[in-house]
């Protein structure tokens, strides 16, 4: 997505934490849209880990519920993925974008994300 950049992966353990950065570029208050981050395992297709709307309501994907938390800080015109008790299954390039538009690669960077032991 033109705008967002994603920051944050790296390498971890299973049972480790991570908090990924989705933000804006100058000009573009995230506060004012509804941004979802998105992931991509090796191997597999694209799939929705979580939004967040303008009202500040969040959805999350089941098997990350309790697990992961997004939050955005308008001040820093960044939302955030924290992503805690990390598993092997979670690895995946994480990537954010605007609700109403294409996310994933060729969209944005995205951040790598790999849990292993």
């Known amino acids: 997505d033109v705008g967002m950049a994603e920051s944050g992966g790296g390498s971890v353990q299973p049972g480790g934490s991570l908090t990924l950065s989705c933000t804006a570029a100058?000009?573009?208050?995230?506060?004012?849209?509804?941004i979802k981050w998105v992931r991509q395992s090796p191997g597999r297709e694209l799939e929705l880990v979580g939004i967040i709307n303008v009202a500040g309501e969040i959805y999350y994907k089941d098997s990350v519920k309790g697990r992961f938390t997004i939050s955005r800080d308008g001040a820093e015109n960044t939302v955030y993925l924290q992503l805690n008790s990390l598993k092997t299954e979670d690895t995946a390039m994480y990537y954010c974008a605007k609700l109403s538009e294409q996310a994933g690669p060729g969209y944005s960077q995205g951040t790598m994300v790999t849990v292993s032991s």
């Open positions: 100058s000009g573009l208050s995230i506060s004012s849209f509804s």
